[in-house]
């Protein structure tokens, strides 16, 4: 089964026609590539030690965090005691000390929940299979991409770890795709890919060959024009060898 690259927003939004479509092999296989080439094992190192800084600077915020909870909690509790030792029939007193305490908790919950928050915003989960596949990949990264046992799921998990987004431009005009790829940490580079022809493309005589005949015509007849042909590997698109190959037209020798 053949897989595309759709872009699909103004039929989702408007019901108008998709925006474009490219056919994603030779995406895949120019982007694959391109991450081959830039998958050395030295750069595998220089990702892994910047993951290990941005990992420590995550756990000193998180330690920020730890304290400010373990400061909120304290005043929580210190203001709990105050309230249960205040005489009950001083409800001045007694009420100034339960909003204190009530301020205090509330403190305290929205300090665990920025906790929380952070740890989820700053933890970036590193699975240690997939940091193996990595660096397993560096040595034969074309074996592994053009594995069609491999799922198209583990494709992108593995192309997650080096590239943030890309981008694809159709220009028909050309039968060609640009590639942008940006890959994490803002580096970027431009590709470009050619579109699979159409069927009608397939078979269509390329206007280069339909020059050639004609004017090979002007000094051979037609068998004469097949077997040139012929010799010099030329076919019309998508056929066998010519065989006695006419064209509409004046005969042989007509004007």
């Known amino acids: 089964m053949e897989a595309w690259y759709v872009c699909d927003r103004a039929h989702g939004t408007l019901g108008e026609p998709n925006c474009q479509s490219i056919a994603a092999a030779p995406i895949d296989e120019a982007v694959g590539e391109l991450v081959a080439a830039m998958m050395t094992p030295a750069a595998v190192e220089l990702a892994l030690e910047i993951r290990k800084e941005i990992e420590a600077q ?85 074996t592994l991409w053009r594995d069609r046992s491999l799922p198209n799921r583990e494709r992108k998990r593995l192309l997650a770890y080096v590239i943030e987004d890309v981008t694809l431009v159709k220009l028909p005009e050309e039968g060609t795709a640009k590639i942008h790829v940006r890959f994490k940490g803002g580096r970027t580079e431009t590709l470009t890919a050619e579109n699979p022809k159409s069927s009608a493309q397939q078979v269509k005589t390329p206007l280069n060959v339909v020059e050639l005949v004609d004017k090979l015509l002007d000094d051979h007849i037609y068998s004469e024009v097949a077997s040139i042909l012929n010799e010099q590997g030329i076919h019309p698109g998508g056929s066998p060898p010519l065989l006695g190959w006419r064209r509409s037209g004046p005969a042989c020798g007509q004007r």
């Not at 304290?74 to 205040?86: G, T, Y």
């Open 58 to 142: 995550c756990d000193e915020a998180d330690r920020l965090r730890r304290r400010a909870v373990e400061r909120a909690q304290i005043d929580a509790d210190l203001a709990q005691r105050r309230f249960m030792l205040v005489d009950p029939n001083n409800r001045l007193v007694a009420g100034t000390l339960e909003r204190e305490w009530n301020d205090k908790l509330r403190a305290l919950a929205k300090a665990q929940e920025e906790r929380e928050r952070g740890q989820q915003e700053d933890r970036l989960a590193f699975d240690d299979a997939i940091r193996d596949r990595l660096v397993a990949m560096t040595a034969d990264f074309k």
